[in-house]
């Protein structure tokens, strides 16, 4: 008990916590055939968060998120000097300027060396889950312990204020969201403003993406947008049974690609273990590969790439 303590509860649920909010989120991205705008944010963010470890020497969530913003404002602007300069569609602009970002971004953790405070190639990809180690859990008495539970790892109350805020979101402007995903023009005729609702909403994506970045890496985050509500949506006609689907798809991707991660190997003798956030992401990607082959509409399949 002390072993699961100490070293994985704080990382379940961590990875549980972020795996359900951004799922939660991912919903209405699908509807809206804006899958990959988590994907797009994850790739601008890094240049910025890396600029700002640089120069503040520290990884506070208020100097990633003012770099990460920087980074996005400095997208916006890149984006449209292409496309008026180079007379390019929008969407080959914003190409360009991702993956050159991200590029950028993995090349400034090289040349700086910046692996020993955990913002490497490794953990920005893969995040530092393994890392997050409760030393004070030692026993069940310390979930009651004031002085234990003042050591949990930071990233697990960062992890809990995200989750707030995302669910504080969704209730908050939920007609909107679901007027404007599936009819925008009818969500504009009786004043839900869907332009400010999408705008809330990728605000909200950024700040989910960037507050879950240093713990679980751009892996989970990108798979979590994407593949919990795409596998729901090609399982059920209803929103409200989607929502479910995804959160129970997240939850499982999270809880059980930890533990296979960690303990799979062995069970099949091998003295290694692996990457958890590359495992939950990967059973994730099963999760909705079986919903493509099997799911009873299937058919949406090509709408989701959208």
Do not use: K
Request: proline letters at 3%; hydrophobic letters at 60%; glycine letters at 10%.
């Amino acid at each position: 008990m002390s072993d699961f303590l100490m070293f994985s509860l704080v990382p379940m649920a961590v990875a549980l916590l972020i795996c359900l909010s951004c799922a939660l989120l991912g919903n209405f991205l699908v509807l809206r055939r804006q899958s990959l705008i988590g994907d797009a944010i994850s790739h601008v963010a890094l240049p910025g968060i890396v600029a700002s470890f640089l120069l503040t020497g520290t990884l506070a969530s208020s100097a990633m998120m003012l770099g990460a913003g920087v980074s996005a404002l400095f997208t916006v602007a890149m984006i449209e000097l292409i496309r008026r300069l180079g007379r390019v569609e929008n969407s080959a602009a914003m190409g360009v300027v991702f993956t050159s970002l991200f590029a950028l971004g993995v090349l400034m953790l090289e040349w700086n060396e910046v692996g020993t405070v955990h913002l490497d190639v490794e953990h920005a990809l893969y995040g530092n889950l393994e890392s997050l180690i409760w030393f004070e859990g030692t026993s069940l008495a310390s979930l009651v312990d004031p002085q234990a539970l003042a050591t949990l790892p930071p990233q697990l109350g960062r992890a809990a204020w995200m989750g707030a805020l995302v669910v504080g979101f969704v209730v908050a402007f939920r007609r909107g969201l679901v007027m404007a995903s599936f009819d925008a023009d009818f969500a504009a005729s009786v004043g839900a403003r869907p332009s400010l609702v999408g705008l809330l909403l990728v605000l909200m994506v950024a700040v989910a993406a960037i507050a879950a970045f240093e713990a679980v890496g751009a892996i989970i985050v990108i798979a979590m947008f994407i593949c919990p509500a795409a596998t729901a949506r090609l399982i059920t006609n209803r929103l409200a049974t989607q929502v479910a689907l995804s959160q129970l798809i997240a939850a499982v991707s999270a809880l059980l690609g930890y533990v296979l991660a960690g303990y799979g190997p062995g069970w099949m003798g091998f003295e290694v273990s692996l990457s958890a956030a590359g495992m939950i992401a990967t059973l994730s990607g099963g999760f909705l590969l079986l919903a493509c082959l099997f799911g009873p509409y299937r058919h949406r399949r090509e709408a989701l790439s959208g």
